[in-house]
């Protein structure tokens, strides 16, 4: 049975034509072996199961326009990339393809003068990076061992092992995390909840009715533009009096006679009944503190996303809020070998071309590497693949062996 995941390539809001996903599972040089590990910190066993083994130079975690460039610029290398993404699930909010697969009109992506659907862009990458050869699979990673070159990356049944690693595993919706709001039967998650207007926008439940946007980003203000498509009256929830949103979606926003704003205003709670979903919101303003009940029929939370970074934490640098440090040289991480691309590590520009320029960046950072080119870790520091560190002012080399000689050209013999 061919996968077909939720939302998927070529799926609902995709113009494409592209409907089946064409994972090519990872098989060839595979060798099976058994596996016993240990968890860290218990004594019990966690499992002994027999693995597929798989070896390659360049693995890439992410299959978002970071991810999938890295992968067409290492295929294109020659480098016969590995790009290992999470299957789609809606429960989880994962979705092969990243955010762009969930969202309409891509205006300021450089190549398409009219705009183009984020899902038939991305479609369009991974078109690209499959005629280079990118292997595709789609399974969890549940664990990764980035201790020692080649880095290890287990699924559930495979040890991939990897000499670079390339993460452009990207970011998730974050959450209000306030009564209500929990997926059903804990709350109305999934019952007029939602985090994704593209996705659910369209639903008959939401159809000519009250909706209510939270945030004041540039994802309230594009989830809210869309959701006047099918509502009746769409009103956008603010904690301030002032938007974050770029001028030019604000101006989208203001002009659009659906949309109404309330200001300085905090949601506290969702309410509803199993049966009917939805029914409203408890808001309070956040400068005198009133509070109320305001009805609306469905809630749309784009209050912006959080870094997936769980699997590296404790191995990784990482700001406070989780998301990867990374060389201002490079996309180099702390651990030599390993490098970051996309919204993973960027917490300020977050745009799909800045997504892809640091996937581009990844890649040939990691050509370097293999080719045994020093890379700029984030110390300010230079590492070549057999362990040799250059100094930050490039001064001294420190072999693996610890011996230190100068950093200086050999001088021409007498
Ligand atoms: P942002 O971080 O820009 O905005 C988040 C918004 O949610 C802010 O207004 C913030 O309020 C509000 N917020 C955050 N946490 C809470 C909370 N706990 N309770 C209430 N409100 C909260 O995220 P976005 O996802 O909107 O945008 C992220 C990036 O993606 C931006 O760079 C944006 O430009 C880009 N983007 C571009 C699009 C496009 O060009 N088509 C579409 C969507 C996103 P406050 O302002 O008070 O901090």
Redesign the pocket.
């Known amino acids: 049975m061919q996968f077909r995941p939720q939302n998927g390539w070529g799926q609902p809001g995709s113009t494409n034509s592209y409907t089946t996903s064409y994972t090519i599972r990872a098989t060839e040089n595979a060798n099976i072996f058994p596996e016993i590990s240990f968890q860290r910190l218990g004594k019990e066993t966690e499992s002994s199961l027999t693995k597929q083994e798989l070896s390659r130079q360049v693995v890439i975690i992410g299959s978002g326009p970071a991810g999938l460039t890295a992968a067409i610029y290492s295929a294109r290398a020659n480098l016969n990339p590995l790009l290992v993404d999470a299957p789609a699930d809606h429960e989880k909010q994962t979705t092969p393809g990243g955010q762009l697969m969930i969202?309409t009109d891509?205006?300021?992506y450089p190549g398409f003068s009219e705009g183009i659907q984020g899902p038939d862009l991305m479609v369009e990458f991974r078109k690209q990076a499959e005629r280079f050869g990118t292997e595709f699979l789609e399974e969890w990673i549940t664990r990764v061992d980035l201790s020692e070159r080649p880095f290890k990356l287990y699924t559930e049944d495979k040890l991939i092992k990897a000499e670079t690693l390339i993460i452009a595993s990207g970011a998730s919706a974050?959450w209000?995390g306030i009564p209500g709001e929990a997926k059903t039967p804990h709350g109305f998650g999934g019952n007029g909840v939602s985090a994704c207007a593209t996705c659910d926008g369209p639903l008959p439940h939401f159809r000519n009715k009250h909706l209510v946007v939270?945030?004041?980003?540039?994802?309230?203000m594009?989830e809210a533009t869309f959701l006047t498509r099918y509502a009746k009256r769409v009103f956008v929830i603010?904690?301030?009096d002032k938007?974050?949103?770029?001028k030019i979606?604000q101006d989208k926003a203001f002009r659009n006679d659906k949309i109404e704003f309330v200001w300085n205003t905090?949601v506290t709670r969702i309410i509803g009944t199993p049966e009917q979903g939805v029914t409203g919101v408890h808001l309070r303003n956040v400068q005198t503190g009133e509070e109320r009940v305001f009805d609306s029929d469905g809630v749309f939370i784009?209050?912006?996303?959080k870094p997936n970074t769980h699997l590296f934490k404790g191995q990784l640098e990482m700001d406070a809020v989780g998301y990867i440090k990374t060389s201002g040289h490079s996309t180099a991480t702390n651990i030599p070998g390993v490098f970051a691309c996309g919204d993973v590590q960027d917490s300020v520009?977050?745009?799909a071309v800045t997504a892809a320029g640091t996937g581009c960046l990844s890649a040939i950072d990691a050509e370097r590497f293999l080719d045994h080119l020093p890379i700029a870790l984030p110390t300010g520091e230079e590492v070549t693949i057999e362990g040799e560190h250059i100094t930050p002012d490039h001064r001294v080399i420190i072999l693996p062996t610890g011996e230190v000689v100068p950093n200086e050209p050999e001088q021409p013999r007498e």
Request: proline share 0%; no cysteine.
């Open positions: 969202t891509v205006e300021n974050k209000l939270v945030g004041g980003g540039d994802t309230a594009e603010h904690r301030r938007l974050r949103a770029s979606m905090d784009a209050i912006g996303h520009y977050r745009q």
